[in-house]
Each structure stands twice: as structure tokens, then as C-alpha cells.
């Protein structure tokens, strides 16, 4: 269980160590910035202490922190997807048809029916991005990224009608008003500015700024220049977020949403992604390797990841025979399904480790093409391609995979820490009155950062990569669409149920 009382403890430790190494008079440091994975649930009560701190509450797993990959809400998220349907409710069209067992209503609707007492307790759900920016402001802020993408909520329609709730349950048809407190604010504004208590502890001014809360995936678009309509950026780590920009909004098939000042201000953010991605390679390398890999790598000194990249770089595509399905976490985009399964398609007893790695490889490369071809099928225009995290910086194979696959020349973030720049960014914008820049697309020309290298695609790599995706896409919408054996499997045999 994740105890929300780490995320200020972290904050207490690391901001003051930070001012301190960095040698910045506290005096300069004009604003501050929260970002977070989403969606993340903080049930509070009336005072805004997370239930978790209570003893009487300690022991109920409803009371702890829900993370964004909790799953086990994933029936009423069915519930809300077919009632949705059933109605013909215009909003979830903006979600691509189906909401996520991640977001909030499923959440707050698992603890109304499973634990109905705890639901009562609970006098506020917030993200945990909003819980942390109003532990240091004393203001309850509810940011438009994550109650556009993660609630159902629409800037100019706001929330699912209540009538909507009370289908679902009569007792939700309230929650809204009961449970969904917090004056809203836009990505980018300022939430409020340090209480003293907190800027004694971080060792700053009562006049430090703020931001709004924002999310760990769609803060960094401004940190590599993703400011325009047609840029999108992949954030690739354990899994993979996809922040599209656009200028109107579009209803498409499968992605997350599509959200007005969701990701930058002024424009459509459309997210989407894949659940898992780096998750995938660390599983296969952790569990099905030979011993003759392990002892090459250790004895080479190099970790086997790079061992198996340079093993497979002499590989040529197709070369050994596999396919396989990115689905190991289940497939976020564009089937919005926890249920379905990966697959290796091809095995012979000749299959060498190296080559069930690249084939793992390009599933995700496959993946992502689906998401984008999908994006371009519905009127989304993609012109550019920028990709973070940790692993572009660590496999460069990876990349040529992906530049060859998408057909696209791919820019590399200039940052370790992507999320981090993109919220001082925000920080920086947020403190705008104290000296900070007036605009998001200011704040970006100055502090994001661009590797000048970039991957370009191999036009052989290409016709070749174009033949087998569409291999992949018999796989993809056969047994996420056609065939539900996978299903079957997970309900009537698996442990994993």
C-alpha cells in the first residue's frame, strides 16, 4: 500500500537538498510545480486528511492511495461503459468510446459498492497531484488534465449529468456535489502560493508560487517543445503515454480523450498509450534468459540489455520468423482492454533469445503505429514525433526500430528529466506576475531541450517493417477483436483473474 504521507516526506528531503546543491538564493526561486501519474486517488476527509492516517481506517484497503494502475475496478468500469453506450451519451465518445478501469469514477464506484461505509467517510477524491499542490497552498485546486482525461469532464459541458450517476447507483447520483469538491483551474495558473508552515519546511518564501497540479506524462510536452498542433510526443518508460496536440477536437476511436487545455493552454491535448512497453522487455530479460546470456553480460561488464541490443542489431527484420502482440500489460490504445494477453507467434526450437527480444521490440513499435494510423484514419494530423524518458536514452536500436516502423524521423528529449523540466516550465509560467514567463510557448523556447541527433528512417527497414504490420494487424484485430480466447483464458483457468 502507498501511504500518501511518502509524497510529502519526499518533498521535505528532496526541495531543500535540491535549493542547497544547486546554490540558488531561495529569494530567486519565484515557483514550484507538482506533477503526478494519474489517475491516482487520494479519499480525504472533511479536513483534507487522507483516511489512510486514521487507525480506525488503517487496515481497510479503501482507505490507502489508489494507484493509476489499479485494475480491480475494471467491472464498473464495464457498468459506466455500457450504460454510457445504452444512452447514448455524446461524452464518451471523446474517450474513444470506452473509459478506463484507471480512472476515477470506476475507483470511487468500486468503494460504493464494495465498501459502502468507507465511501461515506470520504468527503473528497482527489488526485493525488491536486492532494500533494493543496498540501502546499491550503487550497483545494482541481487541475483540467486530470478532470479531462481521468473524470469525465468537459470544459464547456463539465461532468456526466447526475441522472447518469444514479443508473449506476443511486447513492452516486450525489457525487459530484458529495465527493468531488475544489474550485478548477487550468494547467499553467497558479494554484496559490507556499503556506508558512510549508515554506519553513522547504526552506522558501510565502511568496513562492504554486502551479495548478499536472500530470507526469503531459507536463513534459512543453520540456521538448511540444507547443503545436500536429507534434506528438511519447513518453516511453515501463509503459508508454502519447500526448497528441491538435487545434480542434476530434472524436476518435480508442485514445484516452481529448481534452481542451489539457496538455498545453489553448490547445487539444489527445493522450493515449501502451500499458506496457519497457515493463515487457525487463520481464523477458528477468525470466527467460539462458545462462550463456547472463555469464556474457556480467563477464563483458555490460548489462544484458545491451548485450541482447547488440546481438539483435545484426538481426534483419524479419529475419527470424516472429510476431509478437504488446499486450503483456493488457492494450490501453486503441482496444482499451486489461483482459487481453501478449503473444510470441513463430517459436521453432532453433528461436534464440535475441531474436524473441527484437520481435518484443517491434511489437511495441507495431503498437504504436496502430495508435498513430488510427489518429491519422480520423482527421488527427501527425507531422512530427518527439519521444522521453529512460529508455530512448538507453537503446538506440529501439529507436531506429521505431523510426523504420512509423516511416517518421523521431527528436529525442535533451533531458533525463523530462517531467521535471516540464513542470518548472509550468512553475515558471504560474509565476508569471513574480517574473516568469507570459506564455507556455515563451517558457518552452527558452528552457526546453532537443538532442540534435535524430532517428531518421531506413528506407529498405521501412517496405520492409510496412509487409509484416500488416501481419500484426490480422493478429491485433483478430484476437483483440474477432476471437476472445484470451479472455476466455483469463476467466476460466488463469490465476490472474
Partial sequence: MEDPQDYLNVIYKTV?????????????????????????????DKDNVPLCFYEEYRNNPHSWVKLCKHHAAQKYADQINELAHSNKEEWITRYGGKISSEWLFPKILQVLVEDET?????????????????QLTGNIIRNT????????????????KDSFFKQLHPKFETVIKDKIKGEIKSIGDSAGTLTPFMAEKLGLFTDTVVAVGNVDAHVSAPAVNVVEPGSMLMIMGTSTCDILLGDKEVNVPG?????????IPGYFGYESGQSAVGD????????????????????RDISVHQLLEEKTSSLSVGESGLLA???????????????????ILGLTLHTKPEEIYRALIESTAFGKRIIIENYKDHGVPINKLFVCGGLPNKNKLLMQIYADVLNIEISIADSLQTPALGSAIYAALAAKEQGGYSTILEASSK?????KETFKPIKENVEQYSKLFQEFQILHNYFGIENVVMKRLKKNFSKEK
Avoid at 148 to 158: C, D, F, V
Fill in 255 to 263: 485514445i484516452c480523450g481529448v481534452v481542451h487545455d489539457g496538455v
Fill in 280 to 299: 515487457i522487455f525487463a520481464w523477458f530479460t528477468e525470466n527467460y534468459l539462458n545462462e550463456d546470456i547472463v555469464k556474457e553480460a556480467k563477464h
Fill in 447 to 451: 528552457m526546453s531541450k532537443v538532442k
Fill in 16 to 44: 531543500p537538498e535540491v535549493v542547497r546543491e544547486s546554490n540558488v538564493a531561495p529569494s530567486d526561486i519565484i515557483g514550484i510545480a507538482i506533477d503526478f501519474t494519474a489517475c491516482t486517488v487520494v479519499s480525504v
Fill in 145 to 160: 488534465c486530470t478532470l479531462g482525461y481521468k473524470a469525465m469532464h468537459h470544459h464547456l459541458e463539465g461532468f456526466p
Fill in 118 to 134: 468507507m465511501y461515506d467517510a470520504t468527503d473528497n477524491y482527489l488526485e493525488a497531484t491536486d492532494w500533494v499542490a493543496s
Fill in 325 to 343: 502482440l504488446d499486450w503483456h500489460g493488457g492494450n490501453r490504445s486503441i482496444l482499451v482492454d486489461a483482459d487481453v494477453q501478449g503473444m
